[in-house]
């Protein structure tokens, strides 16, 4: 008889990163804030083991996260009888605003479910998520767990530790954008968010303004309407609240000088680089030249995209 090897089973899933297109920041303080799944993804796959080893592997260097979402997991649900190996691909930056943990996490934990033979929900997916988000964070606003695992585009307000959830239909008058990487911050997310708590007093007046222009961009989404003015203001006011380094002032400036706009859409970053830039022009061929001349990377990307799978 010839030695046919069983076909190994394999728990498969995936979730999209995120960016925020307006409210960054203000939504920690409970203010409305619009974000987007976009079309990069991490994959994940739980691969049952003859033993009852656990073992993690991941083609962006740092498996805390993997480990994290496991443990998560097994604690709201059971520990598996089985050992299995978790492994992840992701093409999503890390650190860069594009909510690469929560990504690789939404993957891991639905993949996990998947492996204890849990039927899909989003909503215990995405309580799982938020917990290691919370580890990983600090006191995140929840914004990133919930649009990688329901996709989209969310209308996200987190009120008295509870989330308001809406996703919007897809507005057809919003334009392309691109991708520009001002250099991955040096600071963590969690570090950019203690640095705007940690002064407060001086920054209210500001997140409260940014409360209101995600507040204008997001009726304006829901009319079919694209006012590139608001993100220009939320860049603005970004910058006021010190989450922006010179360098992504720069790429900024000279997207401006040919009639565009930029913004940040993650947590910033001022020691090096801000992370991804989000960049809309009229004429995004003027934008790809002078961004190529500049020796600066950019891509093209597409927002609203499916959530976990
Ligand atoms: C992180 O993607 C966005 C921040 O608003 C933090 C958060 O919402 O948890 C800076």
Known sequence: MPNRKRPQMKFKSSAPGKLIISGEHAVVYGYPALSAAVSLRASAEAIPREDKKQTFKSNIADVAVLKLAAEKTFSAFRQPEQGFSLRVRSD????????????????????????????????????????????????????????????GFIKFKK????????????????????????????????????????????????????????????????????????????????ERLGVVGKRAQKIIHLVEGVGGVAKVCGAG??????????????????IKLLLKKEGLDFFSVSLGKEGVR
């Open 92 to 151: 999503i930056p890390v650190g860069s605003g594009l909510g690469s943990s929560a990504s690789v996490s939404a993957a891991c934990v639905s993949s996990l479910l998947k492996f204890l033979g849990k039927k899909k929900n989003k909503e215990a997916l995405n309580k799982i998520v938020y917990e290691t988000e919370k580890e990983v964070h600090a006191n995140p606003s929840g914004i990133d767990n919930t649009t990688v695992v329901y996709g």
């Open 159 to 238: 009120i008295n530790d509870k989330f308001k959830i809406r996703q919007l239909r897809k507005n057809r008058f919003l334009p392309e954008f691109i991708l520009v990487q001002s250099g991955q911050p040096k600071e963590t997310t969690k570090e950019m968010v203690l640095m705007v708590r940690a002064n407060i007093d001086k920054n209210k007046q500001i997140l409260a303004k940014i409360g209101k222009v995600a507040k204008e961009f997001i009726s304006d989404f829901e009319e079919e309407k694209f006012n590139p003015e608001l993100l220009r203001e939320n860049q603005r006011l970004l």
């Open 269 to 286: 970053g001022v020691k090096a680089g801000s992370g991804i830039l989000l960049i809309y022009c009229k004429d995004l061929n003027e």
